[in-house]
């Protein structure tokens, strides 16, 4: 049995930590690949006989749907925003990430703890109340954290919408009146957040400008020695069919 450890203290909640499932997080700005990594990566772990369970950001029972109303007028003050996010990671853990993993599955995280704690501290939150807020955290067997460009970024959005979303380009910390270029800034304010858990954390950085075939590729071939799978397969034309990948331009640049 497979016994997880936590962030710091464990929760009141969870009195047996002895779970057999698996928790894979996938960390990245909007725009990384991060969803459409997670499709794929779905299909061939079901293919490979793993059941799995998604979470993600804002998808609690509890106040998900609050926190989606509340963003809407872009008046949350610093530190309300933060515990709106934690009540939903937290409903989150105990009533479906724990519980799927006591069951054997496979829980694949659109996006964990790091993302909120980075977003914390660029806001200015102290390093010490975050980390506290978050010990109860369960503490993943494997994160990826896509790496790319600012300016991808902000090519891979537009493609996707037409316009750069308030809260992602950081407007309520007054970096630029002009969305883009606070949205530039506040990319790479949140990037040396996750530099510095990497070197505390061990996750795996992975280069997310390359094409989906190759960073796809790269993920299964750590998630197969994770999981004893042996050789993963070539990424198939079906596996990219059934995906909906993200746009990614061409050629490749490396991350700043």
């Known amino acids: 049995m497979n016994e997880k450890h936590f962030f710091g203290r464990q929760p009141p909640e969870i009195r047996d930590a002895r779970l057999p499932g698996k928790l894979l997080v996938i960390e990245g700005a909007d725009g990384s690949g991060r969803s459409t990594q997670i499709a794929m990566l779905s299909q061939w772990l079901e293919a490979n ?3 799995v369970r998604f979470m993600g950001l804002r998808r609690s029972n509890l106040v998900a749907e609050d926190l989606e109303r509340a963003k809407q007028g872009n008046v949350l003050t610093r530190t309300t925003l933060s515990l709106f996010y934690a009540t939903d990671f937290f409903d989150q853990l105990v009533n479906a990430i724990i519980p799927a993993l006591r069951a054997g ?20 939150a102290d390093r010490d109340w975050v980390r506290n807020l978050y010990s109860p955290a369960l503490l993943p067997d494997a994160v990826f954290y896509f790496r790319v460009s600012a300016r991808q970024l902000v090519e891979r959005n537009f493609q996707k919408n037409s316009t750069l979303d308030y809260w992602e380009s950081g407007m309520d910390l007054g970096l630029s009146l002009d969305m883009f270029d606070s949205f530039v ?7 040396l957040e996750f530099q510095k858990m990497q070197r505390e ?7 997310g400008n390359r094409p989906i075939v190759k960073v796809q590729q790269d993920l299964r071939k750590e998630i197969a020695a994770l999981l004893s ?6 990424v198939s034309a079906v596996d990219m069919e059934a995906a909906t990948p993200e746009p990614i331009p061409a050629p490749a640049e490396e991350p700043v």
């Open 105 to 124: 599955l496979i829980v694949l995280a659109d996006r964990y703890i790091y993302t909120l704690m980075a977003r914390d501290l660029v806001r200015g």
């Open 229 to 234: 799978i042996g050789a993963p397969t070539e």
């Open 49 to 51: 006989g793993f059941a």
């Open 185 to 191: 800034k506040y990319q790479r304010m949140l990037q």
């Open 201 to 207: 954390f061990g996750f795996k950085l992975l280069n």
